[in-house]
């Protein structure tokens, strides 16, 4: 019984070994996901005063907060002497945790604001270019995407704390100009890709 359980994970083993592998790196498609407290990056969409849903913190000193982030999906397609690895990002941002204060709804404070979620679309963007850099394996597709992701998620808060920090959140004008310029810049060269 134990030889024919061998014999089994053996050819299993084997028929593995030799199929071709392959691993797709794509963009989730926002409308495939309908979920009205999240909204998926979108470079012909804006963000509003509108989509910041979440109740402001008294004690912060900043005027709005924009919570967004990026991730990923793994997912395993196999058939045909084929193996096939999909890597789907995605961009979002938190309407419950994005929040304005009362009458610090300006348009200045929504540029700084969108900028930040900006900055987070252009570090899974470069999160995308490396992945499509990576020579992958089946042995170490899995280990490999999470390393890459962790080391563009510290990146995102690296340049988000510059961001913040550079321009005391929005309130030095002349850094703010030229962040807004350094953004706008590294969006401009992403839509050419």
């Given at each position: ?19 071709q592998f392959t691993v797709t790196i794509k963009w989730l498609q926002a409308g495939h996901l309908n979920n009205s407290d999240t909204l998926y990056y979108n470079t012909d969409k804006k963000l509003t005063w509108a989509d910041f849903k ?140």
């Amino acid at each position: 019984m134990i030889k024919k359980y061998f014999l089994i994970i053996f050819c299993l083993v084997s028929i593995t070994a030799r199929a071709q592998f392959t691993v797709t790196i794509k963009w989730l498609q926002a409308g495939h996901l309908n979920n009205s407290d999240t909204l998926y990056y979108n470079t012909d969409k804006k963000l509003t005063w509108a989509d910041f849903k979440g109740r402001p913190d008294a004690a912060s000193p900043a005027a709005a907060v924009t919570e967004s982030g990026f991730g990923y999906r793994l997912n395993m397609n196999g058939g045909n002497n084929r193996i096939e690895v999909i890597v789907t990002v995605f961009c979002y941002f938190d309407k419950k945790k994005s929040w304005v204060k009362k009458d610090m709804d300006t348009e200045y404070a929504l540029t700084h604001e969108q900028h930040h979620y900006d900055i987070t679309y252009i570090n899974a963007c470069r999160f995308i270019n490396k992945l499509k850099q990576t020579t992958f394996s089946r042995n170490n597709y899995s280990r490999l995407v999470e390393k890459i992701y962790n080391e563009h998620t510290e990146s995102l808060g690296n340049m988000q704390d510059a961001y913040d920090g550079q321009t005391a959140n929005g309130r030095i004008k002349k850094q703010q100009l030229a962040w807004n310029k350094k953004i706008e810049d590294e969006l401009a060269a992403l839509a050419t890709h």
